[in-house]
């Protein structure tokens, strides 16, 4: 049986919101193999950046975030 590790995920403009990058964030903090996350085009807000930036604390393996679009607001940016 053969295993495959997802390293690139991209979820644009696929309706995204705060509860969903909440789960993202809850998975980003187990998962060290995902290289590249695209959230760009949703609706991600302030809280739900501040739960992925959150999670990166505990993630070493995210290279890649893209956020364009997502209404983060000023507070999302800082945190990031």
């Known amino acids: 049986f053969h295993q495959c590790t997802l390293t690139q995920l991209s979820l644009i403009a696929t309706n995204t919101r705060v509860e969903g990058a909440h ?9 060290n ?15 739900g950046t501040q739960c992925i930036a959150q999670s990166l604390l505990y993630n ?9 679009w997502c209404d ?9």
């Open 72 to 80: 983060i607001g000023d507070d999302g940016a800082v945190v990031l």
């Open 60 to 68: 070493g393996g995210l290279t890649e975030l893209s956020l364009h």
């Open 33 to 47: 193999t995902l290289r590249v996350l695209h959230l760009q085009f949703n609706r991600v807000g302030s809280l």
């Open 23 to 31: 789960a993202l964030a809850q998975l980003l903090r187990q998962n």
